[in-house]
């Protein structure tokens, strides 16, 4: 079991009554279970949300203005902490409010919510590619980009998105299927009939979008150059002909798809010839 202090119990406790408070008094209607999200049990552990919703009523920090209308009270505006609504809004499965906690305890009050949890997000990024996890880096990648943007700073804001579109596109999800085709375990009919296109997600398309001014096809180079992976269907070139159709806005999915399977045929290609070459089972 895992031992948590005292002091960040205080903190978690004034978290969960801060995003709570906050959704009273923007959804002030409330006088049965059904008005609460089922985020709050599985974010918050609120086990119980109207029993929750009772309590911080009985404590003060809610007034009844109506038989079914609350506000807060001023206690209860003052429990309210911009700090734990602002790291809420932007939560993420890769920073658990307790290694936020830790990472504040390290860097001090001196930082802003978002610069501590990059600063956090960026130590759990190297971690994850030790694990080959890159469904995970490519994750943690986005939300760095949006945290940088939130910051302000549009510069790394705009790496961090292309790095999300770096790993987005470069097929990863097709590895596996390729390397059972280059063992003799899977036919080549099965991993054509497996390539279902590149999906570029759109908070990636619309980051690119939101900070074209700040974009350099240099920082695609140093993409290239520093994240190494084991699969890639779009060089280099490429990489910066389709962030520019981004940031133009012209980006056109028919087309770019029929480069991306173009490249997977080769790889299969490839794959059969080294099979061909190595024995069925890819060996001497």
Request: charged share 35%.
């Amino acid at each position: 079991m895992i031992h948590i202090s005292r002091s960040k119990r205080k903190s978690w406790d004034e978290y969960v009554r801060s995003v709570f408070l906050s959704y009273i008094a923007n959804h002030p209607n409330v006088n049965q279970v059904t008005y609460f999200p089922t985020y709050f049990q599985r974010e918050l552990n609120i086990a119980d949300s109207y029993s929750y919703f009772k309590k911080q009523l009985k404590k003060g920090f809610l007034v009844r203005e109506k038989k079914d209308v609350m506000r807060l009270s001023e206690k209860g505006r003052e429990a309210v902490k911009d700090e734990y609504i602002r790291f809420f809004d932007a939560v993420t499965p890769y920073l658990s409010f307790f290694e936020y906690i830790e990472e504040k305890e390290r860097m001090g009050d001196r930082e802003s919510v978002e610069l501590t949890m990059l600063s956090a997000l960026l130590k759990k990024l190297q971690m994850l590619k030790n694990e080959n996890n890159y469904i995970g880096v490519k994750d943690v990648h986005l939300d760095v980009a949006q945290l940088y943007e939130k910051a302000e700073i549009a510069d790394q804001a705009m790496y961090h998105y292309l790095v999300s579109l770096y790993y987005d596109i470069s097929g990863l999800e097709y590895y596996d299927d390729l390397i059972l085709y280059a063992r003799g375990k899977r036919k080549r009919e099965q991993c054509e009939k497996a390539f279902c296109g590149i999906c570029i997600r759109p908070e990636v398309m619309q980051g690119i979008l939101r900070l074209k001014e700040v974009y350099d096809p240099r920082m695609v180079h140093d993409i290239f150059e520093r994240e190494q992976i084991r699969i890639n269907l779009c060089t280099e070139r490429r990489m910066q002909m389709l962030a520019e159709d981004l940031c133009n806005g012209t980006y056109d999915y028919s087309s770019w798809r029929k480069y991306f399977e173009k490249n997977y045929r080769s790889m299969l290609q490839y794959t059969e010839e080294y099979r061909k070459e190595n024995g069925k089972n890819g060996k001497r």
